[in-house]
Every structure is written in structure tokens, then in C-alpha cells.
Nanobody, 124 residues
Framework: QVRLVESGGGLVQPGTSLRLSCRAS????????MGWFRQAPGKEREFVSA????????AYADSVQDRFSISKDKTGNSIFLQMNNLTPEDTALYYC?????????????????WGQGTQVTVSS
């Protein structure tokens, strides 16, 4: 099993920045990719970004490509999402997710492990 714990959410004003963190524990050696998804009220959970636990591969949703940056620590067991120039459309519950199968996926069905989520609210 892999346990994921997110932190760093909050209430911020439009145009500001926020950094989310996710720490994985347990059988992390089995993890290939870790990523972030988000779910706004009344909407489907959508892919935001992903990073390989040991390699340099990353991916982003088009909507955040130029504003968000994903990174990891040296162990690969913690990932971070730097979110810049936030807009009200970024308001959502942000989930950390991990998958053990090889290859990048933007589909939530391909991620086996999920955190509880951290709320990000962008409002003036």
C-alpha cells in the first residue's frame, strides 16, 4: 500500500501563488508516476500534472502549462506543485495520486492511490 498526504492548500487572492506538497509513504518503490488532480464543485476530477518518481518525465494539463510547475524531492517520495498566477477557475479540491504501472497517464482511473485532498480557493 501507498499512503499519500497532501498539504499547502488555502484561500488566496487572484494573481497570487500557492505551493502544494504531497508526501508518499509505504511501498513507494512500486510507484512510477505521482501526480495532481483537481475537482471543482459539480465537475469531474481532472488531471493537472504528473511527474515520474525517479526519472525526469513531467506532464501538465493545457490549462496550467504556463502557470504551474511540478517537482519532487531527492527521494522521489514527496512532490510539489507550484501554482502561480492563480485564478478563480483554479478553485478546487486538489488530490495527490500515485500509480504503479509504467508509463504516464492523465486518466484518474489509472491511479491506484489517492490522498484525501487539500482545498484551494482563489477569491478576492
Amino acid at each position: 500500500q501507498v499512503r499519500l498526504v497532501e498539504s499547502g492548500g488555502g484561500l488566496v487572492q487572484p494573481g497570487t501563488s500557492l505551493r502544494l506538497s504531497c508526501r508518499a509513504s509505504g511501498l513507494t518503490a512500486r510507484v512510477s508516476f505521482m501526480g495532481w488532480f483537481r475537482q471543482a464543485p459539480g465537475k469531474e476530477r481532472e488531471f493537472v500534472s504528473a511527474i515520474h518518481r525517479t526519472l525526469r518525465a513531467t506532464a501538465y494539463a493545457d490549462s496550467v502549462q504556463d502557470r504551474f510547475s511540478i517537482s519532487k524531492d531527492k527521494t522521489g517520495n514527496s512532490i510539489f506543485l507550484q501554482m502561480n498566477n492563480l485564478t478563480p477557475e483554479d478553485t478546487a479540491l486538489y488530490y495527490c495520486a500515485a500509480r504503479t504501472s509504467p508509463g504516464l497517464s492523465r486518466s484518474r482511473e489509472d491511479y491506484s492511490y489517492w490522498g484525501q485532498g487539500t482545498q484551494v480557493t482563489v477569491s478576492s
